[in-house]
């Protein structure tokens, strides 16, 4: 059985070809008898006769034709009838009270007169179809007349100012592409040699850490032209579009050569293709990447054409992209480390008014783990603190704020709790500090709040190193777990409650203590042994396990052993610290919020007498913390 053909679909030109004749159509045969009352066509002599009768009261003479209105008890009609060579006409007319007059012939040439009746109405259509046209393919980013345009921005040195001063904190990915900017400076000193420039460089890392903006003070480094363009503008609704929009990308770069050519979340167009093909695979992104394949491979690299990429998630590229020849060099974009992060608040500070006493080390050591982004948010957040509060500079404590603005959320002052509530949230948090601050190796206690904000926290307690840690001991870790079961425990010694305010401690607790057991190989039971795999290494690192039932059943076993023995502990610290637990949550009840000296002040104070009456039980359960 033969298969079925299907015709070809018609191009958009013969529909267009279609209209075109209908409209000419109507305004052939029915335009010009728009507007027209209905007419009669009488005789000359029926005319005559009905001028005698005095039928006849209006009427307009051509060389032609003698229109006319006759009005007959109460109906009105209007009547045509051809011109007669009759020179008592006039005298009839006059003498039965006709309105009559003569019109001119219309001065009109032939030629305006087929300008205005059919070429005017085709310049009309093709200018609305042509504007049409231009709104849809706007709406569908391109549409079916642009297959070949790239949409790639060009930006030019002069116009976009960025250079490698403007980029902090990354001086290893700086280091790697300054051999790019020196080759297109001056590549006669590499082509002696016999050096070639990589093709393709690679930036990868966590959002926000400027892999855009390194791209971008690359060219303006350079002084050369700079082609962006995101990986999702290549795939779009018709097939085959994303294959020439790389054509048409490649063929503009090579054109304007020496130049830099960026394409951002290249993941988009670039993940590993499968044999699913037809049966689920994506084969209009597969066809571009195929077209990006070709295209890196046929160009010419000495002519200084530089294709940068970016991405979040290297792991999902396919490995074709990857190899020599394509993108030759991988530039690792990576969190900054103290320094970086202390070299980033100072370049986004520099346009804004700061207060000399400002300590940006401090505010580093408080951000750790944070991006370029968060830590230029940051920034911003104290200006606006400052002008809220009527200053015109930015202080330390405004910085300070806008750190527990951007991690933990806004203050959530109209908050109303009751003071029952607000008691088991200042036990809570003073059972972390008090444990934190009794076990050695374990982070000092910068701040304690029982102030509510808009992530859901009821309060919560800061610990701030006091220099940047690349490594953790087993026992730091546990110490770790220990301070966040300690918030359950105090609240389980003192109001014999448990409340929902843990939620988020029992969280990170489980997760550390299961990276402890299937990663890091801080089990007894398993040893040095990986259990489980991480998924998204920049897109908040989830793992999954890589180990049989049996072995997660156990794996289960010794998380919760792990979590189980700190809970232990944190309780038996407590216990022995009841006065002080007592003394400092009666403190931070009154004043809501507590710096890191205030509260080692008190716990290194002599303890007061402990009060006679333990609080009574709590039923209430306090928000998530």
Known sequence: MKPEVKPPKKPLIFYYVIVLAIVLLINMLIVPYMGRDQTYELSYSAFLDALDKGYVKQAELTDSSITFVMEIGDSRVTCVTGRVEDPSLVTRMQQAGVEFKKNLPTQISPILEFLLTWIMPIVIFVVLGQFLMRQMSKNMGGGAMSFGKSNAKVYVAAQTGKTFADVAGEDEAKAALKEIVDFLHDPNKYKEIGARLPKGALLVGPPGTGKTLLAQAVAGEAGVPFFSISGSEFVEMFVGMGAARVRDLFKQAQEKAPCIVFIDEIDAIGKK????????????????????????????????????????????????????????????????????????????????????????????????????????????????????????????????????????????????????????????????ALVAARQKASAPVHKITIIPRTSGALGYTMQVDEDEHYLMTREELLNKITTLTAGRAAEELIFHQITSGAANDIEQATKLARTMVTRLGMSDDFGMTALSVVNNMYLGGDTSL?????????????VMGIIRDAHAKATEILRGDMDKLHELAAFLLERETITGEEFMAILNSPALPAPKEEPEDASAAGDEE
């Open 273 to 432: 293709r499968d044999a699913a093909n037809g049966l689920g695979g994506n084969d209009e992104r597969e066809q571009t990447l195929n077209q990006l394949l070709t295209e890196m491979d046929g160009f010419d690299g000495s002519k200084g054409v530089v294709i940068l990429a970016a991405t979040n998630r290297p792991e999902s590229l396919d490995n074709a992209l990857l190899r020599p020849g394509r993108f030759d060099r991988r530039v690792p974009v990576e969190l900054p480390d103290l320094a970086g992060r202390e070299a980033i608040l100072r370049v986004h500070a520099k346009d804004v008014k700061m207060s000399d006493e400002v300590n940006f080390r401090a505010i580093a050591l408080a951000t750790s783990g944070t991006s370029g982004a968060e830590l230029a948010n940051i920034i911003n957040e104290g200006a606006l603190l400052a002008v809220k509060e009527g200053r015109n500079r930015v202080e330390q404590r405004d910085l300070e704020e806008a750190i527990e603005t951007v991690l933990a959320g806004y203050q959530r002052k109209g908050a109303v709790i009751s003071p029952e509530e607000k008691k088991i949230v200042s036990y809570h948090e003073i059972g972390h």
């Open 546 to 558: 890589a180990c049989s039932e049996q072995t997660a059943a156990r794996i289960d076993e010794a």
